[in-house]
């Protein structure tokens, strides 16, 4: 079993930045990608963006290009989100997940436990 612990959530101010830290124990699977979804209350998991092996192929939502950034740490077990200008819309609970096929695009089959972020006006 892969396990995916997130950690970095918080409360920030409209406008402020926060980081995410995703990092994967137990099985980990060659050349897997990882990805970050939210989710806000009453709305559908959504697809933030995700990253593969060597980080030469990185993806982003719409609602977040140019103000989010995905990167792994050197030893791939950790991917991190900077989460820049961030806007109430933001609000979510967010999540990291693996891809153990290799594709920023899944499918994705494990995923952390989540951790909120909150954005206030």
């Known amino acids: 079993q892969v396990q995916l612990v997130e950690s970095g959530g918080g409360l920030v101010q409209a406008g402020g930045s926060l980081r995410l830290s995703c990092a994967a124990s137990?099985?980990?699977?060659?050349?897997?990608?990882m990805g970050w979804f939210r989710q806000a209350p009453g709305k559908e998991r959504e697809f933030v963006g995700g990253?593969?092996?060597?980080?030469?192929?990185?993806t982003y939502a719409d609602s977040v290009k140019g103000r989010f950034t995905i990167s792994r740490s050197g030893d791939k077990n950790t991917v991190y989100l900077q989460m820049n200008s961030l806007k109430p819309e933001d609000t979510a609970e967010y999540y990291c997940a693996v891809a153990p096929g290799g594709s920023i695009y899944g499918p994705y089959s494990y995923w952390g436990q989540g951790t909120q972020v909150t954005v206030s006006s």
């Open positions: 990253i593969n092996w060597s980080a030469t192929d990185i």
């Open positions: 137990g099985r980990t699977f060659i050349y897997y990608a």
